[in-house]
C-alpha cells in the first residue's frame, strides 16, 4: 500500500533507463527493509546487491543513497551500507516531532479532504486482514497529504517510515488493536465532521496512546 513518492534526479549522472532501473531497486529494497525481510544491523553490499538484480552497481549506488536520504541505511566507509537500528530515544523523539506535525495535519485536512478519502479511511481503520502496518501507514499519510502541505506530509511519512520498523518487531503493536481502532474512527469522525478543534484533538490522543503502549512494551 506504500505510495509512490518522488525524488531529485540522480546526482550520478544516470540514464534514464538506469534511473529507472534505480528506483525499482529502491523500491524492492525500501519494502524489504520496513517489512523486516532486511533486518536491522544488516550490512548492504553493492556489489552483492549489484549481482543479485543483475545490474551495474551504479544504479545500485543511486538506489542505496535514496534509502540513506530516507534515514534506513548509513553509509560505512570501506565496509557498506549498515541498515539502521532504532534506538529508544530516537522512538521518543520521533513521537514528539509525530505530534506537532501529524496534529497539525490533521487540522489542515479538515478543510481539504475528500468525502471518499473519510470514507476510505474508515476502512482502513477497521480492517482486520492484510498488510496492517502498511495500511496503517497509509491511514497518516492520506491525513498528511490532505493537509495539502507536501513539506508537512513528507517529513510525516519519513517518520512514519521509522515507526513501521519500531511496530512491525512488536505483534502487539504492528496492527491496529481495538483501542487504536476506536482511536482512528475517532480522527475520521472528526474529520467528516470538519472540525478542526476535535480532528486535532483526536490525533494527538492517538499518537500519545500508541506512544504509551511501544513504552508499555519496552
Known amino acids: ?85 532504532i534506538s529508544l530515544y530516537e522512538v521518543l523523539d520521533a513521537f514528539r516531532v509525530r505530534e506537532i506535525l501529524e496534529v497539525e495535519a490533521a487540522g489542515l485536512a479538515v478543510h481539504r479532504i475528500s468525502d471518499a478519502e473519510i470514507a476510505y479511511l474508515r476502512e482502513l481503520a477497521e480492517a482486520r486482514e492484510g498488510d496492517l502496518p502498511s495500511l496503517n501507514h497509509e491511514f497518516h499519510t492520506i491525513i498528511a497529504r490532505a493537509s495539502g502541505n507536501r513539506i508537512l506530509a513528507d517529513f510525516i511519512d519519513k517518520l512514519l517510515m521509522l515507526m513501521r520498523r519500531v511496530l512491525l518487531f512488536d505483534p502487539h503493536l504492528a496492527g491496529w488493536t481495538e483501542e487504536g481502532t476506536q482511536e482512528a474512527l475517532a480522527i475520521c469522525e472528526a474529520l467528516a465532521a470538519r472540525d478542526e478543534a476535535a480532528a486535532r484533538e483526536a490525533m494527538r490522543t492517538h499518537i500519545r496512546n500508541t506512544l504509551a503502549s511501544i513504552l508499555r512494551q519496552v
Not at 530516507?70 to 539502521?84: A, E, K, M, N, S
Open 1 to 85: 500500500m506504500d505510495q509512490p513518492q518522488s525524488h531529485p534526479p540522480s546526482s550520478l549522472g544516470l540514464r534514464e533507463g538506469q534511473v529507472r532501473i534505480a528506483h525499482e531497486i529502491y523500491a524492492r529494497l525500501k519494502s524489504e527493509i520496513l517489512r523486516g525481510t532486511i533486518e536491522p544491523g544488516s550490512l548492504l553490499s553493492e556489489s552483492k546487491l549489484a549481482r543479485r538484480f543483475g545490474v551495474s552497481r551504479t544504479p545500485v549506488r543511486e538506489a542505496l543513497s535514496l534509502l540513506a536520504s530516507d534515514g534506513l541505511i548509513t553509509t560505512l566507509p570501506q565496509r557498506g551500507h549498515l541498515v539502521r537500528t
